[in-house]
């Protein structure tokens, strides 16, 4: 005879699972920006883990409410199509009740909001895929049910969490470092996606067009006019990719050497402004084959 099944643990089960995979996907995400390059701003990780921490209660609350309406319906419906089909059913049958559950809200709101049909199915799999777990997690019945989710979850994202760490200080995961880049690189245009430029040329003339400058326009009590002019460049190698400089010399404007980033299909200098630790970048991206990137008002009057 099987235990009688309690609902009341179903529920607080898959709640406890959708709090895990928010906890796991922070952890992911997190490990995720470690390979990429770092953005104009860096984030205040004190605050972000603030906020985190402070979101927990509304990430609970929306768990519960999730599994109240799709993950409990789900697996009480299991259990009364396993009482016909055999006790095997409820494994393969609570995500299929899962995803007819969400069907209607889902496709619902995205008929009404006229949403893209890629976008819809993308979240409906997601969702369906996420709440299912919560469902197949808590089909098992015992007392210690969960107990164990909470010692394996919890296992699992410190897990990930330190095997990430591990995996970019040992090389397996590949951290993010600026690209290799020599003179031959840095010839050509420059551009802040302001307006503002600076041109290089293989002989070791550079030429600045308001580069650091603002618009009067955006700027209205603080407008910047920039450096124009035109000097001398020279690249400078370092010890290794973190300490390449490129150190650039126009009459009148004082800029320390540039620092180097961005990737190989996409390269970048840039300066930390704001004072020091301000964490804020001042950046100028490399135009392919002498072209106005993308955004960039250089091509246009304003």
């Known amino acids: 005879m099987h235990q009688k099944r309690s609902y009341a643990v179903v ?13 796991l996907t922070v ?15 860096a984030p205040n990780y004190v605050e972000i883990g603030a906020a985190l921490v402070g979101t927990v209660p509304l990430i609970g609350f929306i768990s519960f409410l999730l599994s109240l309406v799709f993950v409990l319906p789900a697996v009480a419906l299991a259990d009364l199509l396993s009482r016909w089909l055999g006790r095997h059913a409820a494994w393969w049958s609570a995500p299929l ?4 559950l969400l069907a209607p809200p889902v496709f619902g709101f995205a008929a009404y909001n006229d949403t893209q049909t890629r976008a ?18 808590a089909l098992p019945r015992g007392e210690e049910l969960l107990g164990r989710v909470a ?13 990430g760490a591990l995996g970019l200080a040992v090389g397996l995961l590949p951290a993010y470092e600026p690209p290799a880049i020599g003179p031959q690189t840095m010839v050509g245009l420059w551009n802040d996606r302001m307006g503002h430029d600076l041109v290089f040329t293989s002989d070791g003339r550079v030429t600045a067009t308001g580069v650091g400058g603002r618009y009067a326009n955006d700027y209205p009590t603080d ?10 460049w020279v690249y400078e190698g370092g010890r290794d990719v973190w300490t390449q400089r490129v150190r650039i010399d126009i009459p009148g404007c004082s800029w320390p050497a540039w620092e180097v980033g961005g990737t190989a299909e996409d390269p970048r200098i840039f ?18 084959d002498g072209s106005w990137p993308r955004g960039s008002t250089s091509a246009s009057p304003r």
């Open 11 to 23: 529920l607080v089960v898959s709640t406890l699972v959708g709090i895990l995979e928010v906890a």
């Open 27 to 41: 952890v992911v995400v997190l490990l995720y920006v470690q390979t990429q390059p770092p953005p104009d701003r």
């Open 97 to 100: 009740i899962v995803a007819a």
């Open 120 to 137: 819809t199915l993308l979240f409906w799999v997601s969702a369906t895929a996420s709440l299912s777990l919560g469902a197949v997690i």
């Open 151 to 163: 010692r394996w979850g919890t296992g699992v994202v410190v897990g990930t969490g330190l095997f």
């Open 223 to 232: 407008p910047s006019p920039g450096c124009w002019g035109s000097g001398t």
């Open 271 to 288: 300066q930390h402004i704001g004072g020091s630790g301000s964490g804020d970048l001042y950046r100028l991206d490399k135009t392919p």
